[in-house]
């Protein structure tokens, strides 16, 4: 077996996004290619000056966006005729497609906190028929793999729990970790697959290096990531097959290349961007 390097430690950077949200970015493929994931971005607020504003209507075509909230809840709306509120441990996942108008609107809470995850879809689904699941806290299994160690399993398999989305369009795993201080972990990865960490809270290691709060770790490629528990920890792990195709990528769109970018655009002027309502 071959255990995984720690390529690359970066700290997530603070981003305004949406009509003036205050988020922090972990990675961005303008930055990092971590085929096939696109950004990740980190919420984390006590202060609902910071969030309230939201994510009012707008378009995606094109990707995956995996919405995981920690604390707090938001309020979404698409046009499809989906509505409801995220709360905390919820996930919403929903596939883009050939198009999706929707928004995203933060309640007030004393502390608002989770993730975005963007993954980009393989050319040959870019234009499937957008998808809109709500995964409450409950469907989400949590296992005790060793002493202080447990996992939630968000996307893919842990021993014999599994994710509860089943019909995945890119083979993703998505775990959220929780170790205890002096804690050990040994990950089996699937061995070319693009892998990171992202640390809520704590501290942890691998490979000899420290990977600190609201730090991303890239691994090399390898098939398993040896981790310690500096001290009692949160992160996430998430691993991915890669695409390896050609990301052409202007604001909520994503496609393969310019040209469907610009008729991407061209259609959201034409009213004609929603293909199934």
Same mark, same amino acid.
Do not use: C
């Given at each position: 077996?071959?255990?995984?390097?720690?390529?690359?430690?970066?700290? !997530?950077?603070?981003?305004? *996004?949406?009509?003036?949200?205050?988020?922090?970015?972990?990675?961005?493929?303008? +930055?990092?290619?971590? +085929?096939?994931?696109?950004?990740?971005? @980190?919420?984390? #607020?006590?202060?609902?000056? +910071?969030?309230?504003?939201?994510?009012?209507? &707008?378009? &995606?075509?094109?990707?995956?966006?995996?919405?995981?909230?920690?604390?707090?809840?938001?309020? &979404?709306?698409? #046009?499809? $005729?989906?509505? $409801?509120?995220? =709360?905390?441990? /919820?996930?919403?996942?929903?596939?883009?497609?050939?198009?999706?108008?929707? &928004?995203?609107?933060?309640?007030?809470?004393?502390?608002?906190?989770?993730?975005?995850?963007?993954?980009?879809?393989?050319?040959?689904?870019?234009?499937?028929?957008?998808?809109?699941? /709500?995964? %409450?806290? #409950?469907?989400?299994?949590?296992?005790?793999? #060793?002493?202080?160690?447990?996992?939630?399993?968000?996307?893919? %398999?842990?021993?014999?729990?599994?994710?509860?989305? %089943? @019909?995945?369009?890119? /083979?993703?795993?998505?775990?959220?970790?929780?170790? =205890?201080?002096?804690?050990?972990?040994?990950?089996?990865?699937?061995?070319?697959? !693009?892998?990171?960490?992202?640390?809520?809270?704590?501290?942890?290691?691998?490979?000899? %290096?420290?990977?600190?709060?609201?730090?991303?770790?890239?691994?090399? +490629?390898? @098939?398993?990531? $040896?981790?310690?528990?500096?001290?009692?920890?949160?992160?996430?792990?998430?691993?991915?097959?890669?695409?390896?195709?050609?990301?052409?990528?202007? $604001?909520?769109?994503?496609?393969?290349?310019? *040209?469907?970018?610009?008729?991407?655009?061209? *259609?959201?002027?034409?009213?004609?961007?929603?293909?199934?309502?």
């Amino acid at each position: 077996m071959s255990e995984r390097k720690v390529a690359l430690i970066r700290d !997530s950077k603070p981003t305004i *996004e949406g009509a003036g949200v205050h988020l922090r970015r972990a990675f961005s493929h303008d +930055d990092v290619n971590l +085929d096939p994931f696109l950004l990740l971005d @980190d919420f984390h #607020s006590n202060n609902p000056e +910071d969030y309230m504003a939201g994510f009012p209507w &707008h378009p &995606h075509r094109g990707i995956e966006t995996v919405t995981y909230v920690l604390n707090g809840a938001v309020e &979404h709306q698409d #046009s499809l $005729g989906n509505k $409801g509120i995220i =709360k905390s441990g /919820d996930v919403q996942w929903m596939t883009a497609g050939s198009g999706i108008v929707h &928004h995203e609107m933060p309640q007030k809470s004393k502390l608002m906190q989770g993730f975005q995850l963007w993954i980009n879809l393989p050319a040959k689904k870019k234009m499937t028929d957008p998808k809109y699941r /709500d995964i %409450k806290s #409950s469907q989400i299994p949590e296992v005790k793999i #060793s002493d202080g160690v447990t996992v939630k399993v968000i996307a893919g %398999k842990s021993g014999n729990a599994k994710g509860p989305v %089943k @019909d995945l369009n890119v /083979d993703v795993e998505y775990f959220h970790i929780k170790m =205890k201080s002096n804690a050990r972990l040994k990950l089996i990865t699937n061995k070319d697959y !693009s892998t990171f960490v992202y640390v809520i809270k704590g501290k942890i290691a691998s490979d000899g %290096k420290e990977i600190n709060e609201m730090q991303l770790a890239i691994f090399s +490629d390898g @098939d398993n990531a $040896g981790i310690d528990a500096k001290e009692n920890s949160e992160f996430i792990f998430v691993s991915g097959k890669p695409l390896k195709e050609p990301v052409a990528w202007h $604001g909520p769109i994503v496609m393969n290349t310019q *040209e469907q970018l610009e008729q991407a655009f061209r *259609e959201l002027e034409n009213n004609t961007f929603i293909k199934k309502k």
